[in-house]
């Protein structure tokens, strides 16, 4: 069956930097545009990154833009998100999916940006 597995959170003051890496299995990686995902407390999740199945092609959200970077590596169908210059207003539950949520969502990596 499909697995979403992200890791990598963990409690960063401002300014500072993760990468989160998400393993995805059970289903043909190469073949989805692939989006990262936050939902912080009280709020709705929203997408904040998205690469195309070749990895020709990103989006990102403005509010991410220029900070966050999306890349896949088709080798070992794992999807990343470089995070620098973190803001307090990213602290979230972070999650990886097929663009549009086809999957079932995983457990999520917690990243608290926090002095």
């Known amino acids: 069956q499909v697995q979403l597995v992200e890791s990598g959170g963990d409690l960063v003051q401002p300014g500072g930097s993760l990468c989160l890496p998400c393993?995805?299995?059970?289903?043909?990686?190469?073949?989805?545009?692939m989006s990262w995902y936050r939902q912080a407390p009280g709020k709705e999740r929203e997408s904040v990154a998205t690469i195309t199945k070749t990895g020709g092609s990103t989006t990102y959200a403005d509010s991410v833009k220029g900070r966050f970077t999306i890349s896949r590596d088709k080798a070992n169908t794992t999807l990343y998100l470089q995070m620098n210059s973190l803001k307090p207003e990213d602290t979230a539950v972070y999650y990886c999916n097929a663009q549009g949520g086809a999957w079932d969502w995983g457990q999520g990596t917690q990243v608290t940006v926090s002095s």
């Open positions: 393993a995805a299995s059970g289903f043909t990686f190469s073949m989805w545009t």
